[in-house]
């Protein structure tokens, strides 16, 4: 029988949107949090972007393409008030050559004009509202949100409770119910948790294989000129360059990113969050490669940044999905051949994690397969997908196992 009630670890874009999809369902969820706010350490960022990198017709391509289209529905449904949402387009531009083999590549599938189309400069240009000089792929319904405003709206649900400044140090199954210990001494109990708190998944999980890192990130804030304020579309190079959607105090702002460093395991992340001037003109420079005309007119009007911590596994898909046992699998390995059913599972122990850069995206879709697995509902996306985005992948794949590590619960 599907769970009545559920706690979720972590309020970011993966708390939030699977609290949603949970109690949409009919759940109850609680939904715990160590900071003061929700939406305070990756997810915090004044704006994020809304969009697939599509490599051709490959499985990587086919995620990234139902997530996108999921994420835009499902932020779409929230009816966010234009200051926070906005389906302004994108332009990615062939601004090298390997970028523009991979954009014509993606250009001759077979995808409906109103997801994607290639353009040539001088339509780029019209689109854009300034001079663009490269042909681009350009994804209409692409968009920015106000991250902090969507997971307030997530999850603002009747059937969500969320508790701010308790951060889980343990989670224990007594029975057929879930016992979940916070740093305020509080205990909660649930018939099913989901561990969605990113890098510090680590802490809570410290026999699962999840081979994640923390790579830091940093955006650059940029005030708005009268000739920037004509621009139109997200662009994107190696970076990506917002319109000027964002207000602060009577200034009109742009987005300009982002940065990318990997943090060592053996390093204090929380050293790593000061906003850093080599970054911004890192981010400047990717400004150059969309326009020469724009990184003149911005380059002195860069008022404030934000770094944060991405959480990426090493081969870049999500850990989502149901837990094993790892005590149990490592006592008592499955025999060549076992079935898939016969593992050890933790009933009710879900995972969403490292999303990378583009949890935006990929978040709701992998909320929604996690919410489906719970309802016994068809999954939202392939058995080969489900399998990809398998949290257990790592450690199956460490004991040998690479055939199952493939497999989702059947
Ligand atoms: C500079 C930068 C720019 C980016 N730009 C984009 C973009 O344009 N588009 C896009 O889609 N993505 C973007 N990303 C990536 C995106 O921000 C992340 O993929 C996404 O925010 C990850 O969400 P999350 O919920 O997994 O993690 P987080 O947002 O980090 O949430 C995890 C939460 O868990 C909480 N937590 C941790 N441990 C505990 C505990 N023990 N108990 C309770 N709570 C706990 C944390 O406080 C945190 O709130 C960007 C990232 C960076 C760094």
Redesign the pocket.
């Known amino acids: 029988m599907a769970a009545k009630s559920a706690i979720v670890?972590?309020?970011?874009?993966?708390?939030?949107s699977t609290a949603y999809a949970l109690a949409k369902r009919g759940i109850k969820v609680t939904l715990?949090?160590?900071?003061p706010e929700?939406?305070?350490?990756?997810?915090?960022?004044p704006?994020?972007?809304?969009?697939p990198r599509l490599s051709g017709d490959d499985i990587s391509s086919e995620f990234a393409l139902s997530a996108y289209l999921h994420s835009l529905q499902l932020y779409k449904s929230l009816k966010l008030p234009p200051e926070d949402f906005g389906c302004c387009g994108m332009l990615q531009l062939g601004f090298n050559a390997k970028e523009l083999a991979r954009i014509q590549k993606v250009a001759v599938q077979n995808h409906a004009s109103d997801i994607l189309q290639y353009v040539n400069k001088n339509e780029a240009s019209r689109l854009a509202g300034i001079n663009i000089e490269h042909d681009a792929l350009y994804l209409s319904g692409a968009a920015?949100v106000n991250?902090q405003q969507l997971c307030r709206r997530l999850t603002q649900h009747q059937h969500i409770n969320t508790l701010n400044l308790?951060?889980?140090?343990n989670i224990l199954k007594v029975n057929d119910l879930f016992e979940v210990h916070?740093n305020q001494g509080a205990v909660l109990n649930a018939e099913m948790v989901v561990i969605?708190?990113?890098?510090?998944?680590r802490?809570?999980c410290t026999d699962l294989v999840m081979n994640i890192q923390a790579?830091?990130?940093?955006?650059s804030l940029v005030s708005a000129t009268a000739s920037s304020k004509a621009l139109q579309k997200i662009v994107c190079s190696d970076g990506?360059f917002s319109p000027a959607a964002l207000q602060k105090d009577s200034e009109q702002l742009h987005c300009l990113?982002?940065?990318f460093s990997n943090i060592a395991a053996t390093e204090n992340a929380q050293n790593k969050l000061i906003v850093e001037e080599q970054d911004h003109q890192a981010n400047l420079e990717k400004l150059n490669v969309v326009s020469n005309t724009l990184y003149s007119d911005l380059k002195n009007n860069i008022v404030d940044g934000?770094?944060?911590?991405?959480?990426t596994a090493i081969d870049y898909w999500p850990l989502a999905g149901k837990l094993l046992d790892a005590v149990k699998l490592r006592t008592n390995p499955p025999r060549p051949g076992a079935d898939v059913n016969s593992l050890p599972w933790v009933e009710g122990l879900y995972m969403?994690?490292?999303?990378?850069?583009?949890?935006?995206?990929?978040?709701p879709l992998c909320a929604e397969l996690i919410a489906c697995m719970v309802s016994y509902q068809a999954l939202p996306v392939s058995n080969e997908l489900a399998g990809l985005l398998n949290p257990n992948r790592f450690l199956l794949k460490e004991m040998g196992l690479k055939r199952l590590a493939k497999m989702v619960l059947g």
């Open positions: 670890i972590g309020a970011g874009i993966a708390g939030c715990l949090e160590r900071n929700i939406a305070s350490e990756a997810s915090g960022n704006v994020a972007m809304l969009y920015w991250p308790q951060k889980v140090i916070t969605a708190n990113a890098n510090d998944a802490e809570l790579v830091r990130g940093q955006v990506y990113g982002a940065t934000r770094v944060s911590l991405r959480c969403n994690i490292a999303h990378g850069s583009k949890g935006f995206t990929t978040a």
